[in-house]
């Protein structure tokens, strides 16, 4: 079984910085696009990027693009969200995602994704 582990959320004033990490487990992470959702209390869960199994494609929610940027290191069966220019709304709990489908499209989709980490918390303070 595939294991997702992110870390990296914190405290941050608006306008500041954070990394979020999520480390996976398993011995086919770069067969596989990835991607970071995030959930607020009380609603949905919401898209936030997809990255293509080779890192190639990036596709990002308007929210936050501009903002946020994804990447991954599959040497280190790693995916990492940097979030700049931080705002209130943009706290939730972030959550890292495999897609199900080996070298899939990238998606949007909730249901596109067979295995989901813990998530890590992010607070951007006004």
């Known amino acids: 079984q595939v294991q997702l582990v992110e870390s990296g959320g914190g405290l941050v004033q608006a306008g500041g910085s954070l990394r979020l990490s999520c480390a996976a487990s398993g011995r086919t992470f770069s067969s596989y696009a990835m991607g970071w959702f995030r959930q607020a209390p009380g609603k949905e869960r919401d898209f936030v990027t997809a990255?293509?199994?080779?890192?190639?494609?990036?596709y990002y929610a308007d929210s936050v693009k501009g903002r946020f940027t994804i990447s991954r290191d599959n040497a280190k069966n790693t995916v990492y969200l940097q979030m700049n220019s931080l705002k209130p709304e943009d706290t939730a709990v972030y959550y890292c995602a495999k897609n199900r489908a080996p070298f899939g499209v990238l998606s949007r989709i909730p249901r596109d994704y067979d295995y989901w980490g813990q998530g890590t918390q992010v607070t951007v303070s006004s």
């Open positions: 990255i293509s199994s080779n890192g190639g494609s990036t």
